[in-house]
């Protein structure tokens, strides 16, 4: 079936504008992770979805940054007055459930942001 | 706050050598799992440990949980130039339970 998809796959904004990132994860999937990745490095976890609710949001870096999600299906990962700083690949991943017992994460292709 | 480290950062290896990756963590692991992505690419699962001293093979691939549940490596034999990638690896903390990544270790194989 089809995987995670994002989009759009490249956005270019200039400093100080708001951007939405979208995600869909794959269906049934009960959980989605949003992820940050800056050139050259690690991932950066942002937040978690269960369903439609946030259980763990301890990754977002500045009240700039939230997330929602609708049912058990899209979300949404907005950023608002945007910095160069926030420049990066933004990965999205789900996975069938989620909570202290893990189950694989399938990964979308990611959106790469540049804020000029 | 808990961290997990991964070792070393980059290896560059010639064809045909054996490679390894660990990752360490300051505190306990409810289990952990590995992730390969290439160039350009996203992340793949690759495996998942949950089990005390636990090893796992995927043809040239060895994976390893320590006995503590503190740290994983990964082994590849023989690579070869499909192997090229960064690893990561990520821990399910037993305390917190958060789930973390390692900053990964990106793997150059010379043919």
């Known amino acids: 079936g089809a995987g995670v998809s994002q989009s759009p796959s490249n956005k270019v904004t200039e400093k100080g504008k708001d951007v939405e990132l979208r995600c869909d994860p794959i269906?049934?999937?009960?959980?989605l992770y949003w992820y940050r990745q800056r050139l050259g490095q690690g991932l950066e976890f942002l937040i978690y979805f269960q369903g439609n609710s946030a259980p763990d949001k301890s990754g977002l870096p500045s009240d700039r940054f939230s997330a929602e999600r609708t049912g058990e299906s899209v979300s949404t990962l907005t950023i608002q007055r945007t910095q160069q700083e926030d420049s990066a690949v933004y990965l999205c991943a789900s996975s069938l459930r989620g909570g202290r017992v893990d189950y694989e994460q399938y990964f979308g292709p990611g959106t790469r942001l540049t804020v000029t | 706050g808990q961290q997990v480290m991964q070792i070393p950062q980059y290896q560059h290896v010639q064809e045909g050598e054996d490679f390894t990756t660990y990752c360490n963590s300051s505190t306990t692991l409810s289990n952990i799992q590995w992730y390969k992505q290439r160039p350009g690419g996203h992340p793949v699962f690759l495996i998942q440990l949950v089990k005390s001293g636990e090893v796992k093979k995927q043809k040239r691939l060895t994976f390893q949980f320590g006995e503590a549940k503190k740290n994983s490596s990964l082994h590849i034999t023989a690579t070869q130039t499909t192997d090229v990638g960064t690893y990561f690896c990520a821990g399910r903390s037993s305390n917190t339970g958060k789930l973390i990544f390692g900053q990964g270790t990106t793997l150059q194989v010379k043919p």
């Open positions: 269906s049934g999937h009960t959980a």
